[in-house]
């Protein structure tokens, strides 16, 4: 008797590494120079899961996306390393969207996958940077969370419980919770493994296909498994049932406003003298935008 | 005056203990209400907070609400979210902030889904002003500014059609208000019917370590190197992090020296650190230094000898004696605003 266990993962742009070229004359990001890699915290949250499969047989762990048809990326990975099952759920209608729409989307992947135990997250994400769409997410599905896991100390698969230490300011704190349940999960307690080169072999080729909307229940009960494991299930809105407006643009109460870049170029260099007026002239500077609170 | 419209904040306790960062936003909610001509009030939602909440009315709160409950003494998501939710449905205020801690951070999000309004992430600063979009027009919306991209951007947020308009705030970041021990405000006790099953998640324990140095979470880091002088002198790095909500840096050497202990150095053999802001005092900015922090998004150093290689990757340069220059940054930074 295995576990149901989903995981979601967001390809993003790497802004850990931000040359002095990733921001262009007009402050907008240039994501054309950035690399885009697996969000770093999403591979501990895949980890995770893993361990959870490893420590009990017959569970299954499923991968999905929101993404642009690039993410496919990702869920190849997510494959490499050992996930079972992957889709990227993609489509104009989602472009746009903030936490809300874009929880709105997960949750409606998650019902489609159904019959789930836990929900893994990252914590955040290092490009939107809100850790937003765990809690949404498991709100949209009606379900309990444990956010910020450095480490699930016990699983009770007859119980159905979880025991999870979640990190908080100074310290952390063990919270016991039934299933279903979903995790945000830190960069603390997992290392991700490496992508298995018999894995990479058999998922190389792997390409993002439409699977047919008769995509049922039957496939989690049954043992043999419906649909290919070679294949990238690709879900449009349709296929995930999602409401239009609640998607994207539209779904999304939040709008942008206005984006500043903050990266100063070196030769940038200014010297200030060392002058209480100065010196205040510099620190004015550094709050007003926004470098110093 | 009534707490519809108002300017909410969500009043995180932590044994009982209001957080600091509570008291921030009801300050900076204070200052938000007399722009908008409107009333604060905040929500307490604890086990034996009477007496706390009292404290709180001397910040200019109109209206504190407060739940007690055994059962609430610590912070878990559903319960809070359904309190949260229940509250804002019923009072209607126009905006509600939550402290961007583990708390706020897991409690506001599920409040935002629920009453599918916006909410916007660690918020730096908050403004109220007029927004246009599809030839609507909208006025005194809150601008919620804050930095995303890995501290690459900063953005400015606005969520003008749905009400109310949320955010959470980072903490240490909004100034605390002069208490008025004379200012009128209640208190009311606020219902909400609570059944076992509200209570999925059980505390089982909850530990607070001694406070290790955080280099890596830190958005402003001061270092000091051989420069500093002493490990008494060292007082002055550590006076300036301070001030300015950092974490304390050092040189290898500083950390030989016997100036300040390992967990500090930052470098090639150290911690490698991002920050927004890192300053060096009294560093040379040898290549091993130079590893572990060239990647900051905005270097300032302080050093004695103009040609020293640190200049060479810095925003800001002090040529000058870290002794005289520091204090004068101190002054500057505590007089603003
Ligand atoms: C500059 C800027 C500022 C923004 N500020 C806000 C804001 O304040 N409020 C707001 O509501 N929106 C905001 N957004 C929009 C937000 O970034 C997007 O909605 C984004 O799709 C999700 O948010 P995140 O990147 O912060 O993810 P997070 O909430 O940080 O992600 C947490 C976890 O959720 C999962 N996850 C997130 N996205 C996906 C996905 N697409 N597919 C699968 N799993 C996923 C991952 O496990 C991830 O680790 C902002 C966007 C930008 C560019
Ligand atoms: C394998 C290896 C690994 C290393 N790893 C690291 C590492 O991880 N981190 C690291 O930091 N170092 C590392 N080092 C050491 C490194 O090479 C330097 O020796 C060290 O960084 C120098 O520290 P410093 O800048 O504090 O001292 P110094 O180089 O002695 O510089 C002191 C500076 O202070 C200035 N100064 C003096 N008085 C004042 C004053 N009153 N006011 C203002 N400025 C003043 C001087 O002009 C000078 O520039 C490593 C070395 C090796 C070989």
Same mark, same amino acid.
């Given at each position: 008797m295995?576990?149901n266990?989903i995981?979601?993962? &967001?390809q993003?742009?790497d802004?850990?590494?931000v040359?002095?070229?990733?921001?262009?004359?007009?402050?907008?990001?240039n994501?054309?120079?950035l690399?885009?890699?697996?969000?770093p915290?999403?591979?501990?949250?895949?980890?995770?899961?893993?361990?959870?499969?490893?420590a009990? *047989?017959?569970?299954?762990?499923?991968v999905? $996306?929101?993404?642009?048809?690039?993410a496919?990326?990702?869920?190849?990975?997510?494959?490499y390393?050992g996930?079972d099952?992957?889709?990227?759920?993609?489509?104009r209608?989602?472009?746009?969207?903030d936490?809300?729409a874009t929880?709105?989307?997960?949750?409606?992947?998650?019902?489609?996958?159904?019959?789930?135990?836990?929900?893994?997250c990252?914590r955040?994400?290092?490009?939107g940077?809100?850790?937003?769409?765990?809690?949404?997410?498991?709100?949209?599905?009606?379900?309990n969370q444990i956010?910020n896991v450095?480490?699930?100390?016990?699983i009770?698969?007859?119980?159905?419980?979880?025991?999870?230490?979640?990190?908080?300011?100074?310290?952390?704190?063990?919270?016991?919770?039934?299933? *279903?349940?979903?995790l945000t999960?830190?960069?603390?307690?997992?290392?991700?493994?490496p *992508?298995?080169?018999?894995?990479?072999?058999?998922?190389?080729?792997a390409?993002?296909?439409?699977?047919?909307?008769?995509?049922?229940?039957?496939?989690i009960d049954?043992?043999?498994?419906?649909?290919s494991?070679?294949?990238?299930n690709?879900?449009?809105i349709n296929?995930?049932?999602?409401e239009?407006?609640?998607?994207?643009?539209?779904?999304?109460? #939040?709008?942008?406003? &206005?984006?500043e870049?903050v990266?100063l170029?070196?030769?940038?260099?200014?010297?200030?003298?060392? $002058?209480e007026?100065?010196?205040?002239?510099?620190?004015?500077?550094?709050i007003?935008?926004? $470098?110093?609170? | 005056?009534?707490?519809?419209?108002?300017?909410?904040?969500?009043?995180?306790?932590?044994?009982?203990k %209001?957080a600091?960062?509570s008291?921030?936003?009801?300050?900076?909610a204070?200052?938000?209400?007399?722009?908008?001509?409107?009333?604060?009030s /905040?929500?307490?939602?604890?086990? /034996?907070?009477?007496?706390?909440?009292?404290k709180?009315i001397?910040y200019?709160v109109?209206?504190?609400?407060?739940?007690?409950d055994?059962?609430?003494?610590d912070?878990?998501?559903?319960p809070?979210?359904?309190?949260?939710v229940?509250?804002?449905? &019923?009072m209607k205020p126009?905006?509600?902030?939550y402290g961007? +801690?583990? +708390?706020g951070?897991d409690?506001?999000?599920?409040?935002?889904?629920?009453?599918k309004?916006?909410l916007?992430?660690?918020c #730096?600063?908050?403004?109220?002003?007029?927004?246009s979009?599809?030839?609507?027009?909208?006025s005194?919306?809150?601008y919620?500014?804050?930095?995303?991209?890995?501290?690459?951007?900063?953005?400015t947020?606005v969520?003008?059609e749905?009400?109310?308009?949320?955010?959470t705030?980072?903490?240490?970041?909004m100034? %605390?208000?002069?208490?008025?021990?004379?200012?009128?405000?209640?208190? $009311?006790?606020f219902e909400?019917a609570?059944?076992?099953?509200?209570?999925?998640?059980? %505390?089982?324990? &909850?530990?607070?370590?001694e406070k290790l140095?955080d280099?890596?979470?830190a958005?402003?880091i001061?270092?000091g190197?051989?420069g500093?002088?002493?490990?008494?002198?060292?007082?002055l790095i550590l006076?300036?992090?301070?001030?300015?909500?950092?974490?304390?840096?050092?040189?290898?050497?500083?950390?030989?020296a016997?100036?300040?202990?390992?967990?500090?150095?930052?470098g090639?053999t /150290?911690t +490698?650190?991002r920050?927004?802001?890192?300053?060096?005092? /009294?560093i040379s900015?040898?290549?091993? =230094?130079?590893a572990?922090m060239?990647e900051?998004?905005r270097?300032?150093?302080?050093?004695t000898? =103009?040609?020293?290689p640190?200049f060479?990757?810095?925003?800001?340069?002090?040529?000058?004696?870290l002794?005289d220059?520091?204090?004068k940054f101190?002054k500057?930074?505590k007089?603003?605003?």
């Amino acid at each position: 008797m295995g576990l149901n266990l989903i995981v979601l993962v &967001k390809q993003v742009p790497d802004t850990q590494n931000v040359g002095g070229d990733a921001m262009k004359e007009d402050g907008t990001v240039n994501r054309a120079v950035l690399p885009a890699i697996f969000n770093p915290e999403d591979l501990h949250a895949l980890e995770a899961a893993l361990k959870v499969k490893d420590a009990n *047989p017959g569970s299954k762990v499923h991968v999905i $996306t929101m993404g642009p048809p690039s993410a496919v990326q990702v869920l190849k990975d997510s494959l490499y390393r050992g996930a079972d099952f992957v889709a990227l759920i993609s489509d104009r209608k989602f472009a746009g969207a903030d936490t809300l729409a874009t929880s709105y989307a997960l949750k409606c992947a998650i019902e489609k996958i159904g019959n789930y135990d836990i929900v893994f997250c990252g914590r955040q994400a290092i490009d939107g940077d809100t850790a937003q769409v765990g809690p949404q997410t498991a709100e949209k599905l009606g379900i309990n969370q444990i956010t910020n896991v450095s480490k699930i100390e016990e699983i009770d698969i007859k119980k159905r419980e979880i025991q999870a230490r979640r990190s908080i300011e100074g310290g952390y704190e063990i919270i016991k919770a039934s299933f *279903p349940i979903l995790l945000t999960v830190t960069d603390e307690g997992y290392f991700p493994r490496p *992508p298995s080169v018999i894995r990479i072999m058999t998922y190389k080729n792997a390409s993002a296909e439409m699977t047919e909307a008769g995509y049922d229940e039957s496939y989690i009960d049954s043992s043999i498994d419906r649909i290919s494991e070679t294949a990238i299930n690709l879900w449009d809105i349709n296929a995930i049932s999602a409401e239009v407006e609640n998607c994207g643009l539209a779904g999304s109460p #939040t709008k942008v406003k &206005k984006i500043e870049s903050v990266i100063l170029k070196s030769e940038d260099i200014k010297m200030v003298e060392n $002058t209480e007026d100065s010196i205040t002239g510099m620190v004015h500077e550094l709050i007003s935008d926004h $470098t110093l609170g | 005056m009534s707490s519809n419209n108002s300017v909410m904040v969500f009043i995180q306790q932590d044994d009982a203990k %209001v957080a600091d960062v509570s008291i921030e936003l009801l300050s900076k909610a204070r200052d938000l209400a007399d722009q908008l001509k409107t009333s604060v009030s /905040g929500v307490l939602i604890g086990s /034996g907070i009477k007496g706390e909440a009292e404290k709180l009315i001397q910040y200019g709160v109109d209206e504190v609400f407060i739940i007690e409950d055994t059962r609430l003494g610590d912070y878990t998501p559903m319960p809070y979210t359904k309190i949260m939710v229940e509250i804002i449905k &019923k009072m209607k205020p126009q905006i509600v902030l939550y402290g961007a +801690t583990t +708390t706020g951070r897991d409690v506001g999000p599920r409040v935002a889904s629920n009453l599918k309004v916006g909410l916007t992430a660690d918020c #730096t600063s908050l403004e109220i002003g007029d927004y246009s979009s599809k030839e609507v027009d909208y006025s005194n919306i809150l601008y919620q500014i804050r930095p995303a991209f890995g501290g690459n951007i900063v953005a400015t947020i606005v969520s003008p059609e749905k009400k109310p308009q949320m955010a959470t705030v980072r903490e240490g970041v909004m100034k %605390v208000g002069t208490p008025d021990s004379k200012y009128k405000g209640k208190i $009311t006790n606020f219902e909400v019917a609570l059944s076992d099953s509200d209570f999925p998640s059980v %505390v089982i324990k &909850k530990i607070k370590e001694e406070k290790l140095v955080d280099l890596k979470g830190a958005q402003v880091i001061v270092s000091g190197g051989v420069g500093v002088g002493s490990k008494e002198n060292f007082g002055l790095i550590l006076k300036l992090a301070h001030t300015l909500g950092g974490e304390v840096g050092a040189s290898r050497a500083a950390v030989d020296a016997g100036f300040v202990s390992k967990e500090h150095q930052v470098g090639q053999t /150290g911690t +490698t650190v991002r920050p927004k802001l890192y300053i060096a005092c /009294g560093i040379s900015g040898s290549i091993q =230094h130079r590893a572990g922090m060239d990647e900051s998004a905005r270097i300032i150093a302080i050093n004695t000898d =103009h040609e020293a290689p640190i200049f060479q990757i810095s925003n800001y340069g002090i040529v000058g004696d870290l002794n005289d220059v520091i204090p004068k940054f101190i002054k500057a930074f505590k007089a603003k605003g």
